[in-house]
């Protein structure tokens, strides 16, 4: 193995953790928040990697582009108010962190090439797994956010349903990833998304500096 692919593999891993963690402890803050603490008391409000990265997950995200990390303990019925504006809250809250620090990178990634960065393969991969990730969770299939989005704008009787059958949805999940639906289906979304953001931070950039 070269020092390129090391070099490689090192970005990933690091732009990976940048997307992955703040996901993670987004959900447990959110639901904590809510008035459920079940992650906190597991832990899965540190920044520490340990806590949250699921090492199958992390070769899969790095080979295939796909992966996963621990999923994070919630609790609904320990949600303070109404349970499925909570419930709601704290699906999206992983997607929201993941568009936020995606914009963000993007921005500065226009930026760093403006200045020849060396930082730019770095800050590449942190825009596109931020982006990919937060688009490919809103896909409404277990074990994915959208899923629990989607699950909670069901009535409670076809919510109920939903999780008790939601197993089954995992290997319509697996089968659409590997045939290509899913890739077919996000990719268009993901580059519109990643090229408006480039175009604003294009605009900011030139508005700024010159």
Do not use: Q
Not at 113 to 132: A, C, E, Q, R
């Amino acid at each position: 193995m070269n020092n390129i692919d090391i070099a490689s593999i090192a970005i990933n891993i690091i732009a990976l953790m940048i997307a992955i963690i703040p996901h993670e402890i987004a959900h447990g803050y959110v639901a904590y928040l809510c008035g459920d603490t079940t992650a906190k008391d597991d832990g899965r409000l540190s920044l520490n990697p340990l806590n949250h990265i699921d090492p199958v997950g992390l070769i899969s995200m790095i080979i295939f582009r796909f992966g996963w990390a621990k999923a994070v303990p919630i609790n609904p019925y320990r949600f303070k108010g109404n349970r499925k504006v909570a419930s709601l809250l704290v699906s999206l809250a992983g997607v929201f962190t993941n568009f936020v620090l995606g914009f963000v990178a993007g921005i500065i990634l226009v930026y760093l090439n403006y200045k020849s960065s060396f930082l730019v393969p770095l800050f590449t991969s942190i825009f596109w797994y931020n982006i990919m990730l937060g688009v490919f969770n809103l896909v409404p299939l277990p074990p994915l956010d959208g899923s629990k989005v989607l699950a909670t704008l069901l009535p409670e009787n076809l919510e109920y349903k939903f999780y008790k059958y939601e197993k089954y949805f995992y290997f319509v999940l697996v089968i659409m990833i590997f045939s290509g639906l899913v890739d077919k289906f996000i990719a268009p979304i993901i580059e519109n998304i990643l090229s408006g953001i480039i175009y604003l931070g294009i605009n900011l950039w030139n508005t700024i500096l010159f």
